[in-house]
């Protein structure tokens, strides 16, 4: 077994996690593992105490890894595993002055989540839920030529903030049901992604103006943060149709639902907000033309079995040295 010092490794996970996961840590024969073994977030109290003296830390995106929970962890630890693609809850600048690597889990889940964002757009774009929900109360009295209409993407203009993995794949997707034209935005263009669906790299007020659906795919940064504002959103089409499935900050929610009320865009749809969980008696969740989802991106069996696998693997390989099969540069 691999040894740190005078015992095993100590490890300490941050939540339940399909078990492949923990079977690829527990049988490695590298590390000791305590867990939080819940379904439920870990209290700050218990993470503080739990990370103490570990040598590695396999979190989850609703754990805030900030100044506060190194200081706790101590010069131990070496490696940080997040079970997620997104890295926004990690304080990377601490991190890395510590000497600390991490491993995240991109690729792996942008089939899943790509297609969780087509699901949500068609959703949200045709009204599903609505007429769900008309179909169940007894709204639905007949065949009416003018009842339940929305927009559809044959011959639309999509505009994709952040053309990344995530980005390129729901693009990809949208492509066959006839959309006439990609917009993108970005830090700089990237033509090498760009060429497959002909996108034309536009300022974020131009993709605003023109796209008919806009579907927010990008990282969570000080740039992104409240991008989506009030300007953003007077600029957009009235007829247009609001998609994110990034992370809750990148979108000004109050903004976002003066837009929604007032008519200025058509709906949205939202798989992330913030905070996680929105309050059940949040306006958003008022409006008819908001589709609200739990933030549920890369929720397939699969994909969550291969997100454990991979961030033990991560984890793993960082406990012993090795290059991790995701690492993030730092
Ligand atoms: P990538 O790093 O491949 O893509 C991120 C994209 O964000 C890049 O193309 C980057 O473009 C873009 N970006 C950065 N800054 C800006 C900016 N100022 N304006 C517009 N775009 C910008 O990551 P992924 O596609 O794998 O994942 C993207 C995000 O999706 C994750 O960070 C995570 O937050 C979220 N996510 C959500 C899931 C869910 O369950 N809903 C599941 C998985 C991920 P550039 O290179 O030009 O900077
Ligand atoms: C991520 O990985 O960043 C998602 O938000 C959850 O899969």
């Given at each position: 077994?691999?040894?740190g010092?005078?015992?095993?490794?100590?490890?300490?996970?941050?939540r339940r996690?399909?078990?492949?996961g923990l079977?690829?840590?527990?049988?490695?024969?590298?590390?000791?593992?305590?867990?939080?073994?819940?379904?439920e977030?870990?209290?700050?109290?218990?993470?503080?105490?739990?990370?103490a003296?570990?040598?590695?830390l396999?979190c989850?995106?609703s754990d805030?890894i900030d100044?506060?929970?190194l200081?706790?962890?101590?010069s131990?630890?070496?490696?940080?595993?997040?079970?997620s693609?997104?890295?926004d809850h990690l304080?990377?600048?601490?991190?890395?002055?510590?000497?600390?690597?991490v491993?995240?889990?991109?690729d792996i889940?942008?089939?899943?989540?790509?297609?969780?964002?087509v699901?949500?757009?068609?959703a949200?774009?045709?009204?599903l839920?609505e007429?769900?929900?008309?179909?169940k109360n007894g709204?639905?009295?007949?065949?009416?030529p003018?009842?339940m209409?929305?927009?559809?993407l044959s011959?639309?203009?999509?505009?994709i903030?952040?053309?990344?993995?995530i980005g390129?794949a729901?693009?990809?997707?949208?492509?066959?049901?006839?959309?006439k034209?990609?917009?993108y935005?970005?830090?700089?263009?990237k033509?090498?992604s760009?060429?497959?669906f002909?996108?034309?790299f536009v300022p974020l007020?131009?993709?605003?103006e023109?796209?008919?659906?806009?579907v927010v795919?990008c990282?969570?940064?000080?740039?992104?943060?409240?991008?989506?504002?009030?300007?953003f959103?007077?600029?957009?089409?009235?007829?247009?149709v609001?998609?994110?499935t990034?992370?809750?900050?990148?979108?000004n929610?109050?903004d976002?639902?003066?837009a929604?009320?007032?008519?200025?865009?058509a709906?949205a749809?939202?798989?992330?907000?913030?905070?996680?969980?929105?309050?059940?008696d949040?306006?958003l969740?008022?409006?008819?033309?908001?589709?609200?989802?739990?933030?549920?991106?890369s929720?397939?069996?699969a994909?969550?079995?291969?997100?454990?696998?991979l961030?033990?693997?991560?984890?793993?390989a960082?406990?012993?040295g090795?290059?991790?099969?995701?690492?993030?540069q730092?």
């Amino acid at each position: 077994a691999w040894r740190g010092g005078c015992g095993l490794m100590q490890v300490f996970v941050t939540r339940r996690i399909p078990r492949e996961g923990l079977a690829a840590l527990s049988q490695a024969g590298v590390c000791s593992i305590q867990q939080w073994e819940s379904d439920e977030p870990i209290p700050r109290s218990e993470l503080l105490a739990g990370v103490a003296g570990k040598h590695g830390l396999l979190c989850l995106l609703s754990d805030r890894i900030d100044k506060e929970v190194l200081d706790a962890a101590g010069s131990n630890l070496k490696i940080i595993s997040t079970l997620s693609a997104g890295f926004d809850h990690l304080a990377l600048e601490e991190i890395k002055k510590r000497g600390i690597r991490v491993g995240y889990t991109p690729d792996i889940l942008t089939d899943a989540t790509a297609e969780l964002s087509v699901a949500l757009l068609l959703a949200t774009c045709r009204r599903l839920p609505e007429s769900v929900e008309e179909v169940k109360n007894g709204g639905w009295t007949t065949w009416k030529p003018l009842w339940m209409c929305g927009y559809g993407l044959s011959n639309s203009s999509v505009g994709i903030i952040g053309l990344g993995r995530i980005g390129q794949a729901v693009a990809r997707r949208l492509k066959p049901f006839g959309v006439k034209k990609f917009l993108y935005t970005g830090s700089r263009p990237k033509p090498e992604s760009a060429v497959e669906f002909q996108a034309d790299f536009v300022p974020l007020a131009k993709l605003a103006e023109e796209s008919d659906f806009v579907v927010v795919t990008c990282s969570l940064t000080p740039d992104t943060k409240g991008m989506c504002n009030k300007d953003f959103f007077s600029r957009m089409k009235k007829t247009s149709v609001f998609i994110n499935t990034s992370r809750g900050a990148v979108v000004n929610q109050e903004d976002l639902y003066q837009a929604l009320v007032s008519g200025q865009i058509a709906a949205a749809g939202l798989d992330v907000a913030t905070p996680e969980p929105l309050p059940t008696d949040h306006p958003l969740l008022s409006l008819k033309n908001c589709v609200i989802l739990p933030h549920i991106g890369s929720a397939t069996y699969a994909t969550r079995s291969a997100m454990s696998v991979l961030s033990a693997n991560n984890l793993l390989a960082g406990l012993k040295g090795e290059s991790m099969p995701s690492e993030l540069q730092l």
